[in-house]
């Protein structure tokens, strides 16, 4: 962002003497953020670009306040090389780089994004304060370059999970990457699609691998009719084992956990106890034992994991969710209750998948009606299907074909595209996001009957003690999901399939596409990314829970999305909003503005020609926002 320099040295002033306010002995609080929001890009350059013109006014318990430009910083771009590795670097399961014709093959997606403090971490040359950087990698859209491959590679190949030692500026918490490396799958068979994440309160980087291979097709079996399925565990397979029949697909679909050491060494386990289904991503209540699980994709579920002692994910019991609707308005709201899966861990599943266990061990299955009433229909991401089954599979059935099952048992498969989840520990509730609502929630059957709105929708979760399952058994949680209602003011601005002249079909003052879902709640603040095709540039918004003023302070380029969001409020007093974006100018064939030519050429100038996404975050211009607490 250009500043005159007269703003320059007036912005620099306020950082100064805000940051000198949120020192330890100021006598001064805070007692709200406020953000004001910015236009939308208007240029051909402002499109190509990411980019904050918004401001953050922070108001003092003195009736005083400070307002401060916001300004986004790249720590890094994908294809950089960093001490001689590059970011978004993709390996094969003896950890040596992929490459194609124009040399080592990385990621454009980055995603989830945890920025940690770890205790006594050393950072080589840095001089500031340690901090390390874990940044999910979640596809490739560019082919290869090898003279063969073709079209969209989403899902094709292996993908990867980036550390970065990060030194911190101890005058203005800018973020400097001192070192970067790949953190190694190798011993957990690879990474599949690494989406979202969130930071443990237990300092681990909480990860995911979204859509789970089919293993009935990967079986031989015929697909469903509607699957929504897409993947190519085949293609994974062969970059990843040089072999296509190798890959197992249930060792993905699963929870990744990545721990990093005060040495800088990234460790991984894969949490089997957890379920496997379309993870967009898990999210924590305070009691450090009770997630709550999206499911992206269409006809998905919803799920909540307990887990058997405090920040330990590797056993616990698994539960699918049953709505009903209680109405229909902004997304409608529904009463929850709550299926019991089973309970597990994550040796006893692995062991099961390590013995060698496939889909047909488990169920008996038709894609066509058999005509015998021992067999159940059920509707999911995978399709319409007759499940029946076998004896003595209900734990294998739970925890690595959970959404069949959750459906086969009766629960709702019936959400569409559930992204991020966020958690407000004060309120006791959890925020959800669904990017659309279509298919299974829009039509006219089953448990959930609302209006089609392509420009999604975001819900609060409430949550109570002492709940019990629906075969009356307590559930222990005291943080236990009992209504989902739809936010009025975060209800998708989708133009009911109309246009305004650029080819935008959502409202630019309306969210759309909502996808990443993040909670401050020592401002109040819910954040949000988007992910859409419905809209030509996606943003990042600020939504005051309690004033309830929504604020665009972010924008990406060009259909590119808005991802990575996470926010930081105090680290040695420096606060950060944490967002990266993915695959610039991945199809501009829905834009109609007249400088379509000059907007795709900027594209591809700015960003290698669409190989380079950024990992970054809003601050002031010289480096990090003041703390917020």
Request: charged share 20%; proline share 4%.
């Amino acid at each position: 962002m250009r500043i005159r320099p007269l703003s320059a040295a007036i912005a620099a002033v306020a950082a100064l003497s805000l940051a000198a306010c949120n020192s330890d002995d100021d006598p001064r609080s805070i007692s709200s953020v406020e953000f004001i929001g910015m236009p939308a890009p208007a240029t051909a350059a402002q499109k190509a670009d990411a980019y904050s013109t918004a401001k953050i006014k922070y108001n003092y318990s003195n009736g005083s306040s400070e307002t401060i430009d916001l300004a986004y910083h790249r720590i890094f771009l994908t294809t950089d090389m960093i001490g001689g590795s590059m970011v978004g670097g993709l390996y094969d399961s003896n950890d040596r780089a992929l490459a194609d014709n124009d040399g080592p093959m990385a990621a454009d997606g980055p995603d989830g994004t945890s920025l940690i403090q770890v205790p006594e971490l050393t950072v080589p040359g840095g001089t500031g304060n340690p901090l390390a950087l874990v940044v999910n990698f979640e596809y490739r859209e560019l082919p290869p370059n090898d003279g063969v491959s073709k079209g969209g590679f989403w899902s094709k190949l292996p993908m990867a999970t980036g550390l970065a030692l990060i030194d911190q500026n101890r005058q203005n918490g800018s973020l400097s990457p001192k070192s970067y490396q790949n953190v190694s799958f190798r011993s957990v068979n690879g990474g599949w699609i690494h989406c979202g994440s969130t930071l443990s309160a237990w300092g681990t980087h909480l990860s995911s691998e979204e859509y789970e291979p089919d293993a009935k097709t990967r079986g031989g079996l015929p697909p469903a009719t509607g699957t929504d399925d897409g993947t190519d565990i085949n293609s994974f397979s062969k970059y990843y084992f040089g072999d296509a029949a190798k890959a197992n697909p249930y060792h993905y679909g699963l929870l990744p956990e990545v721990s990093i050491d005060k040495s800088g060494k990234a460790t991984v386990v894969k949490h089997y106890a957890t379920g496997r289904y379309a993870r967009e991503m898990v999210e924590m209540a305070s009691d450090n034992r009770t997630g709550i699980g999206g499911d992206d994709g269409a006809n998905t579920g919803l799920f909540m994991f307990v887990a058997d002692a405090e920040k330990n994910l590797s056993a616990g019991t698994l539960y699918a969710a049953k709505v009903t609707q209680t109405a229909a308005a902004d997304g409608g709201s529904f009463a929850l209750k709550w299926i019991k899966l089973g309970r597990s861990t994550n040796a006893e599943i692995k062991a099961l998948v390590d013995g060698g266990i496939t889909f047909s061990d488990i169920f008996l299955v038709s894609n066509t009606d058999p005509g015998d009433a021992s067999y159940r229909m059920v509707t999911t991401y995978n399709g319409t299907e007759w499940l029946k089954l076998k004896p003595g599979m209900e734990k294998a059935a739970a925890f690595l074909e959970t959404r069949r099952y959750a459906a086969y048992l009766g629960a709702t498969t019936e959400f569409s595209k559930m992204e991020y989840i966020a958690f407000n520990a004060k309120d006791r509730k959890f925020y959800v996001v669904i990017s659309r609502v279509e298919r299974g929630m829009a039509d006219a059957a089953g448990d959930i009957r609302v209006a089609r709105n392509d420009g999604g929708v975001v819900y609060e979760l409430a949550t109570a003690p002492a709940q019990n399952d629906t075969a009356g058994n307590a559930i222990n949680s005291e943080y236990v999901g009992t209504t989902l209602v739809g936010i009025p003011e975060l209800n998708g601005g989708w133009l009911g399939g109309s246009k305004d002249a650029e080819g935008n079909q959502c409202a630019q003052d309306k969210i759309c596409g909502p996808d990443n879902l993040r909670y401050a709640g020592s401002i109040r603040t819910l954040f949000v990314g988007e992910d859409t095709g419905r809209r030509n540039n996606n943003y990042v918004w600020a939504f005051n829970i309690d004033t309830r003023k929504l604020s665009r302070i972010m924008t990406v380029p060009m259909a590119a999305e808005a991802t990575g969001l996470t926010v930081v409020d105090d680290y040695n007093g420096f606060a950060y909003i944490m967002s990266n974006f993915q695959h610039p100018g991945d199809s501009l064939a829905a834009y109609t503005g007249a400088d379509k030519a000059e907007v795709a050429s900027l594209i591809d100038s700015n960003w290698g020609n669409r190989k380079k996404s950024a990992i970054g975050y809003l601050g002031t211009k010289d480096g990090a926002l003041p703390k917020l607490r």
